[in-house]
């Protein structure tokens, strides 16, 4: 077999909540999860190279005072993430308040929270800006014009292959394959002629069928999931 490389990445994402009928816990915000257990799968890599992005939004800075609450909260896990030839990305979910909950924001005002949000990240001297993956999957026309506006490298949002648009979740990626690719200006996710300087560098899918699945379906390849799936 040739040899092939594997760009591994981890999402710092609020705890999610299986039990609940809130299950991406969205509101709450927990990230428990972030901590000694996490530090123990680093550990198991024994030095190999892992990108960890890190949730830096307009939540946070609501839920916890800061932009940068889980890098001041957990300093000896942030050295130790470098320590251990990881680096630290930028992870945003651009959401809003309505009441009590937290909700995806709009189409429309995607790009406009990014740009704000991004002022106040840049603020982190310990956080890579420049390579960034949107929550959720989330994109517009309008809001990768915004990225490549900005001089972000690289994006990470892409999820090859997948689109939905229901109560929870909206996105489109259907068109675009399993390559890193340079985004066209008319069509984000497909390279063209029009195309951006910074790379989009997709999460890898893979079809699979879950238990709760009625035919194999596109996932992304998560090395987290439980052997059986």
């Known amino acids: 077999m040739n040899p092939f490389y594997i760009y591994l ?19 709450a915000g ?65 959401y809003e308040q309505e009441g009590e909950e937290w909700v995806p924001v709009k189409d429309k005002n995607l790009a406009k929270c990014f740009r704000i949000d991004l002022a106040e990240v840049k603020k982190n001297p310990y956080i890579n800006w420049k390579v960034v993956r949107i929550g959720e999957c989330v994109m517009t026309q309008e809001l990768m014009n915004e990225i490549a506006a900005n001089g972000i490298l690289i994006d990470s949002t892409a999820l090859p292959g997948r689109a939905r648009d229901d109560s929870e979740k909206h996105f489109d990626w259907q068109t675009t394959t399993n390559a890193p ?40 390849f998560n090395l987290s999931f439980k052997t059986e799936v």
């Open 181 to 220: 690719y340079h985004p066209s200006a008319n069509d984000y996710r497909i390279s063209a002629s029009d195309k951006f300087q910074l790379i989009e560098a997709p999460m890898t899918t893979i079809k699979m069928q879950a238990s709760y699945d009625k035919s194999p379906m596109v996932r992304y």
């Open 9 to 27: 990445t981890f999402d710092i994402d609020q705890d999610f909540n299986p039990s609940s009928l809130d299950y991406y816990n969205r509101t």
């Open 30 to 94: 927990k990230f428990d999860a972030f901590g000694e257990e996490f530090a123990k799968l680093i550990k198991v890599l024994d030095g190999k190279s892992f990108s960890v992005f890190v949730r830096s939004d307009h939540q946070i800075n609501v839920l916890y005072g800061r932009y940068d609450y889980l890098f001041s909260h957990n300093p000896s896990l942030i050295k130790y993430i470098k320590e251990s030839n990881g680096e630290l990305n930028w992870h945003i979910h651009i």
